[in-house]
Each structure stands twice: as structure tokens, then as C-alpha cells.
């Protein structure tokens, strides 16, 4: 009797192997069927269209449950400061700018991540410093001495932790400009995932004020912010990607 494996097919909790046992010159077929476990993966923020978590990056044995814990309002403002610099630290800082009537005038254009740079490349032609470096401190390092002594505005919102802003050696070069405001939500049900993915110290904070941590769960922060956050809420074993946007998280899972 001569056996081979010929296909697979993977399909949620189900795998389907199908082989031909070949007797005589007559060929049968069999599927076996085993059973896959399926393991959640929640990730604090919504995916649009085009996330990578909704690509064949992710194999058909994770589940992705994505839901920002967190809500923003609109913190309206009329008169910013002359800079010779604005950063961009968030799409939000980006959406919640323009959504006002403010003008960047003639300073020079800067931002934090991918999703930022494109998010503030719908609006303004030209931008002048892009940090992509996965440590913070990094950037704000680097930033610090592009800029060079003169002025930068920080459109934020109002928990803002200052991570770039705290680089400058001189603080009266800074000015912070809320124009969003962040609200951790609290009516959220319990996603059960056995993998965690938080995105900022914000939502670390609202699962937790929810949820207790399961020692079982892993426990994904993207960037060292919210690592600290994490930290603070007594989680210590988590990990961090090593490239910045979605792929460097989905290479962790």
C-alpha cells in the first residue's frame, strides 16, 4: 500500500488532510479532519481597509478582535505661537489640528511613526523630519538636534506625556497645544484574547481598570510609553516590536 500527502487546507478550527491510497490501479480518498486550536489576538485600536491585521499576514488560526478602548474629543483653539517648528506626534494630534481653523504657516513640518506620516502627508507637501526609530528617546534625541535651538509646537492631547518635548534643553523653546482631548472608555466587554496588543498607555490603562491579567496571556506594547505604563500596572513581561508599524507588532504574535 502506497500512501503520500498531497494537500492541506487550514480553515479556522479545522484542518483537512487529504491523501491518496493508492491499491491496485484503483486510488481512493480519504480526509481526515483535526482539530486547531484557535487562539484570539485583541488589538486596542480599530483597523481600517488596509490594516495589515486583516491581510494573509495573519494566519486563519488567529482571531483578531480590534476595538480602541479609548474615545477623543475636539479641544477647540484659536491662537497658537509663532514656531519655527511643529511636530506631529499621533494621527490624532494630525486629524484634530486640521479639523480646526489653525494654519502651519511657515514652520517646518515634523512627526513621530508611519501612520503619522501619513496622516499629515493629506494636508502639507512637505515634511521635514519623520522619526521612525522604535526607542522614543531616539527620536527625541535626534529631533532636539535637527531642530537646533530654535522653536517647536506640539499639537497634543491632554495626557500628553511630553516624551519628545522633555528632550529640549531649553523648555521655553516648547509649546504644547491641546487640541484633542482623551477619554478611556469603560463599557467594553471582556475580549477573553490570549494574546494582547496595546498601542498606547491610554488603552493599557482602561483594560486594566476592567480586566486583571491572566499570567497566560502574552502581552504586546507598542513602544517604550506604554511599556512604562504597562510597568506601572504591575506587568513587566511584555514585549516590544523591534520595527515600527503593524508588521513589527504582527511579527510578535
Not at 487546507?9 to 483535526?34: D, L
Not at 477573553?192 to 486583571?212: G, H, M
Not at 506601572?232 to 504574535?253: A, M, V
Request: with cysteine; hydrophobic share 35%.
Amino acid at each position: 500500500m502506497d500512501c503520500s500527502w498531497t494537500r492541506k487546507w487550514i480553515c479556522k478550527k479545522i484542518t483537512i488532510y487529504v491523501y491518496f491510497r493508492r491499491r491496485s490501479s484503483r486510488c481512493y480518498c480519504f480526509r481526515i479532519k483535526k482539530k486547531v486550536e484557535t487562539k484570539k489576538v485583541f488589538i486596542s485600536k480599530n483597523l481600517d481597509i488596509n490594516s495589515l491585521f486583516r491581510s494573509n499576514f495573519i494566519l486563519p488560526e488567529y482571531k483578531i478582535l480590534a476595538e480602541s478602548l479609548i474615545g477623543f474629543e475636539i479641544n477647540l483653539t484659536h491662537e497658537i505661537p509663532a514656531t519655527d517648528w511643529i511636530f506631529f506626534t499621533s494621527k490624532n494630534s494630525v486629524r484634530f489640528f486640521f479639523k480646526q481653523d489653525l494654519k502651519i504657516d511657515t514652520r517646518k513640518v515634523a512627526c513621530v511613526g508611519t501612520g503619522t506620516y501619513k496622516e499629515l502627508s493629506k494636508h502639507v507637501q512637505e515634511i521635514h523630519f519623520v522619526g521612525d526609530a522604535v526607542n522614543i528617546n531616539e527620536i527625541g534625541e535626534k529631533f532636539e538636534l535637527t531642530v537646533n535651538g530654535g522653536t517647536c509646537l506640539f499639537p497634543v492631547s491632554n495626557i500628553s506625556k511630553r516624551t519628545i518635548q522633555n528632550y529640549f534643553k531649553d523648555q521655553s523653546k516648547v509649546f504644547d497645544l491641546v487640541v484633542y482631548n482623551t477619554v478611556e472608555k469603560s463599557n467594553f466587554s471582556n475580549p477573553k484574547a490570549d494574546v494582547l496588543i496595546f498601542t498606547s498607555p491610554s488603552n493599557a490603562r482602561a483594560y486594566f481598570s476592567e480586566f486583571e491579567f491572566d499570567e497566560n496571556q502574552v502581552v504586546i506594547s507598542m513602544g517604550l510609553t506604554t511599556g512604562k505604563e504597562l510597568e506601572k500596572l504591575g506587568i513587566s513581561n511584555y514585549k516590544t516590536p523591534k520595527s515600527t508599524g503593524e508588521l513589527g507588532l504582527i511579527d510578535l504574535i
